[in-house]
């Protein structure tokens, strides 16, 4: 599936360090800012098990969440919306997983991993908002450019069983 991304949106994501991930339980939605780090358009992230994030995965993997900058410049706002499935990573995944944060994150200190749990989100739907390129929004900021790169039908988990 990465090959179907453009180039320019994974090399933003190699260079971003946090998200924000929407997800939803019974209590409700819950956002939560996060560090991460991509395989394509794969992206994984880590918290504890008992957070309120990953129990509301473990309900409903369906997420979404969003990826930017700030600017003072407007005209120069980049940024990614998304939605997919996420999942824990289990077996060898969570050793992939760790390199992957060790690569990106190389003052985190090696040890173990037994206190968090590394999920992985498969995008179904990636739009890159992009104003670099852009012209002049006069509207207030709001004339973003936004490119639909990754368009899949979502899954619903309701019809299945």
């Known amino acids: 599936m990465a090959e179907q991304i453009p180039q320019e949106v994974l090399d933003y994501l190699e260079g971003q360090k946090t998200l924000t991930l929407a997800t939803s339980g019974d209590d409700g939605p819950w956002a939560a800012t996060l560090t991460f780090v991509n395989d394509g358009s794969d ?10 994030t990953a129990r509301h995965i473990d ?43 060790g690569g990106k994150y190389p ?24 104003n670099a390129k852009g012209g002049e929004g006069d509207e207030f900021g709001a004339d973003f450019r936004r490119q639909s790169v990754l368009d899949m039908p979502a899954i619903d988990d309701s019809q299945s069983g």
């Open 43 to 52: 992206i994984y992230i880590w918290m504890k098990p008992s957070s309120n």
């Open 59 to 101: 309900n409903d993997p369906t997420v979404a969440f969003a990826i930017d900058e700030y600017t003072d410049d407007w005209r120069q706002t980049k940024g990614i919306q998304g939605r997919g499935r996420c999942s824990p990573v289990e077996g060898e995944g969570i050793a992939k997983a760790a390199d992957l944060f």
């Open 107 to 130: 003052q985190l200190r090696p040890g173990s991993t037994s206190a968090v749990v590394f999920f992985r989100i498969q995008p179904d739907a990636l739009e890159f908002i992009s």
